[in-house]
């Protein structure tokens, strides 16, 4: 290095310089950067960024000047916890050296921050916005919470603060819960797969009826693990109604978003996921209060009831007396009518009785008027019968004077058109040559006509 800090790469020597393969000349520049430039952050946008098959991770990092080539090995890559895309600004820690087999200069990043805002605040946004488009959070997959569940799962650290101040609050609010610790870290490499197994583990176990996962504050560092992908998969695949309770109130993870019921502190989701039983028992003495007030009082009411009816009843024997009176004066007035109705139809009976004829004699009669009638009527039909014989007659004379055929008796013929059958009455409607058919008294004649005369 120069007193500028500038890398001074000359190969000093005169002409007798040994002669170097490429290799060596490579190996030598590689070298000389390796011994002289230390690491370094640089600033620069990323463009054609690709993930390899083996998980390294290759871009570029340009300004408006120049360009480098850039590798992550998988090693460091595996830390990076927000998705790398092309055209983010970002600043990258590592060092400069040569890649052998092409002689290109190349920077090897250990480490990426995003350029002006947190890489976990960037991981946790990019987190959010796929398992939303998922359905992850939507509110219609929520399963209510138990009103009174009697066993109780914790997802947390073992002896944390967070621990201790939800079994207060449990044992307090119900003395007799019962509570299944599954015991797990809280933050730092690998935790959160462990926090998606202790859920995994409660659902195939079974014995919990709500689960509450969480721990308490810290930085957002600290928190990380409840923003994780796998935490967040296994809190929605749980059959269990989950509570998440992480941090403080202000604090928000992935956790929260997909947990069926958000609280906002550890001790706040005791007190939401089991209620209190003592205020269980002054709400039972208060509704037994009160049921009781409403049994008097409806007992009351009956009771009054009751002796406004006693008071308008009266004594049976003396009911029973006042309807066997009534019953008596019934049967003397039925006794009454009955004898009235009889002697009314005996008078009637030998009224009627008085006016009868014998059958006999009624008989003979008939028959007499019968025969009466008989002849009547045989006199009146031949009467008619002469009347309507005469008429026949007369109607026969006048219809057989008006016959065609007497006219025919008299010397007349009846001229018909032979081809039509209809009769002519002017010559003028027969044509020359035309066949005709008379009919005489007596037989009919064939003609044709030769001439005629109008």
Same mark, same amino acid.
Request: proline share 3%; glycine share 6%; charged share 30%.
């Given at each position: 290095?120069?007193?500028?800090?500038?890398?001074?790469?000359?190969?000093?020597?005169?002409?007798?310089?040994?002669?170097?393969?490429?290799?060596?000349?490579?190996?030598?520049?590689?070298?000389?950067?390796?011994?002289?430039?230390? %690491?370094?952050?640089?600033?620069?946008?990323?463009?054609?960024?690709?993930?390899?098959?083996?998980?390294?991770?290759?871009?570029?990092?340009?300004?408006?000047?120049?360009?480098?080539?850039?590798?992550?090995?998988?090693?460091?890559?595996?830390?990076?916890?927000?998705?790398?895309?092309?055209?983010?600004?970002?600043?990258?820690?590592?060092?400069?050296?040569?890649?052998?087999?092409?002689?290109?200069?190349?920077?090897?990043?250990?480490?990426?921050?995003?350029?002006?805002?947190? *890489?976990?605040?960037?991981?946790?946004?990019?987190?959010?916005?796929?398992?939303?488009?998922?359905?992850?959070?939507? *509110?219609?997959?929520?399963?209510?919470?138990?009103?009174?569940? &009697?066993?109780?799962?914790?997802?947390?650290a073992r002896g944390g603060a967070g621990l201790r101040d939800m079994l207060r609050i449990l044992f307090d609010r119900f003395?007799?819960?019962?509570?299944?610790?599954?015991?797990?870290?809280?933050?730092?490499?690998? +935790?959160?797969?462990?926090?998606?197994?202790?859920?995994?583990?409660?659902?195939?176990?079974?014995? =919990?009826?709500?689960?509450?996962?969480?721990?308490?504050?810290?930085?957002? %560092?600290?928190?990380?693990?409840?923003?994780?992908?796998?935490?967040?998969?296994?809190?929605?695949?749980?059959?269990?109604?989950?509570?998440? =309770?992480?941090?403080?109130?202000?604090?928000?993870?992935?956790?929260?978003?997909?947990?069926?019921?958000?609280?906002?502190?550890?001790?706040?989701?005791?007190?939401?996921?089991?209620?209190?039983?003592?205020?269980?028992?002054?709400?039972?003495?208060?509704?037994?209060?009160?049921?009781?007030? =409403?049994?008097?009082?409806?007992?009351?009411?009956?009771?009054?009831?009751?002796?406004?009816? *006693?008071?308008?009843?009266?004594?049976?024997?003396?009911?029973?007396?006042? +309807?066997? %009176?009534?019953? %008596?004066?019934?049967?003397?007035?039925?006794?009454? +009518?009955?004898?009235?109705?009889?002697?009314? *139809?005996? #008078?009637?009976? #030998?009224?009627?009785?008085?006016?009868? #004829?014998?059958?006999?004699?009624?008989?003979?009669?008939?028959?007499?008027?019968?025969?009466?009638?008989?002849?009547?009527?045989?006199?009146?039909?031949?009467?008619?019968?002469?009347?309507?014989?005469?008429?026949?007659? +007369?109607?026969?004379?006048?219809?057989?004077?008006?016959?065609?055929?007497?006219?025919?008796?008299?010397?007349?013929?009846?001229?018909?058109?032979?081809?039509?059958? &209809?009769?002519?009455?002017?010559?003028?409607?027969?044509?020359?040559?035309?066949?005709?058919?008379?009919?005489?008294? #007596?037989? &009919?004649?064939?003609?044709?006509?030769?001439?005629?005369?109008?």
């Amino acid at each position: 290095m120069d007193r500028q800090g500038q890398l001074d790469l000359a190969l000093r020597g005169s002409r007798a310089a040994p002669t170097l393969k490429v290799s060596d000349l490579v190996r030598r520049i590689r070298d000389t950067l390796d011994a002289n430039l230390d %690491e370094f952050w640089v600033v620069g946008e990323v463009s054609n960024a690709r993930l390899a098959p083996s998980n390294h991770f290759y871009f570029t990092l340009k300004d408006d000047r120049a360009s480098i080539n850039a590798v992550m090995f998988r090693s460091a890559f595996v830390r990076v916890r927000f998705k790398i895309r092309d055209g983010m600004e970002i600043i990258a820690r590592g060092r400069v050296s040569l890649f052998d087999s092409r002689g290109a200069l190349q920077l090897y990043v250990e480490e990426i921050e995003p350029r002006g805002v947190g *890489a976990l605040q960037i991981a946790f946004e990019q987190l959010k916005r796929k398992l939303a488009a998922e359905g992850l959070f939507d *509110a219609a997959r929520k399963k209510p919470l138990p009103y009174l569940p &009697r066993t109780i799962g914790i997802v947390t650290a073992r002896g944390g603060a967070g621990l201790r101040d939800m079994l207060r609050i449990l044992f307090d609010r119900f003395p007799n819960l019962r509570v299944i610790l599954a015991p797990t870290r809280v933050q730092g490499d690998g +935790a959160c797969n462990e926090v998606a197994r202790a859920i995994y583990d409660l659902n195939r176990e079974g014995r =919990a009826e709500v689960i509450i996962v969480g721990r308490g504050g810290g930085s957002l %560092e600290d928190l990380w693990c409840f923003n994780e992908e796998v935490v967040a998969r296994a809190i929605y695949h749980s059959r269990i109604p989950i509570v998440s =309770a992480v941090g403080h109130e202000v604090d928000f993870t992935i956790a929260d978003f997909v947990a069926d019921l958000r609280a906002p502190t550890p001790t706040a989701a005791a007190t939401m996921v089991v209620p209190s039983k003592r205020e269980l028992r002054e709400r039972i003495a208060a509704d037994d209060a009160s049921l009781q007030m =409403a049994m008097r009082r409806a007992i009351d009411e009956l009771r009054e009831t009751a002796d406004d009816l *006693a008071s308008r009843l009266r004594h049976p024997k003396k009911l029973l007396a006042a +309807a066997r %009176e009534r019953l %008596e004066d019934a049967r003397r007035e039925l006794h009454a +009518a009955v004898a009235a109705r009889l002697a009314d *139809a005996r #008078r009637s009976l #030998r009224e009627n009785a008085a006016g009868l #004829r014998a059958p006999t004699s009624i008989l003979r009669e008939q028959r007499l008027r019968l025969s009466r009638l008989a002849l009547q009527l045989a006199h009146g039909m031949e009467r008619r019968a002469k009347e309507h014989r005469a008429v026949l007659g +007369a109607a026969a004379a006048r219809l057989d004077s008006l016959s065609p055929l007497k006219v025919l008796d008299r010397g007349y013929a009846v001229v018909l058109d032979a081809a039509s059958g &209809r009769a002519v009455s002017d010559a003028a409607a027969v044509e020359v040559g035309a066949d005709l058919d008379i009919r005489l008294a #007596r037989g &009919r004649l064939q003609a044709r006509t030769t001439a005629r005369e109008l």
